[in-house]
């Protein structure tokens, strides 16, 4: 059924989730991960306080972690993993990365780090539900 499983993460509890979920799929399926991470470029820091560059390295590094750990959850379960650090607008970026992995389907936390309390859908996860060629599985 799934040839090649997606799995997006921003480092939130929903999203150690949904990773625990795409794992499970890719060992019932004996398929492939790939994992994104997206640093959100419209995040802007231009108040002569912060530099831009240093925050966008930090983020990035903060990414880069959270997919070590995806890595490492993912080797534990005997699990082929690849995973990215994208930049950009983060709906796009997981749909983008997924057409070009022809991942079969896409698993995501239903809530991510910046969303409020008691929202049903995180605007990200709710734009790559309405926009997506392929199955999307959120995981609360």
């Known amino acids: 059924m ?5 799995v997006a993460t921003d480092g939130s509890e929903a999203a150690a989730t949904a990773i625990d979920h795409a794992i499970a799929l ?47 959850t993912a080797t534990d379960g005997d699990v082929s993993v690849e995973t990215t650090v994208r930049s950009g607008v983060p709906h796009e970026e997981i749909l983008d990365y997924a057409a070009e992995r022809d991942a ?18 995180g605007s990200t996860v709710d734009r790559v539900v309405r926009t997506a060629d392929r199955p999307v599985l959120v995981v609360g």
């Open 104 to 121: 079969d389907a896409v698993v995501l936390g239903s809530r991510g780090r910046s969303s409020f309390k008691g929202a049903l859908l």
């Open 2 to 6: 799934y040839d090649s499983i997606l």
């Open 26 to 72: 890719a060992q019932r399926f004996d398929a492939p991960l790939y994992g994104i991470a997206v640093v959100d470029e419209r995040t802007e820091y231009d108040t002569g306080i912060v530099d831009p560059e240093e925050a966008r390295r930090h983020l990035e590094e903060r990414a880069a972690g959270w997919l070590a750990d995806l890595e490492t």
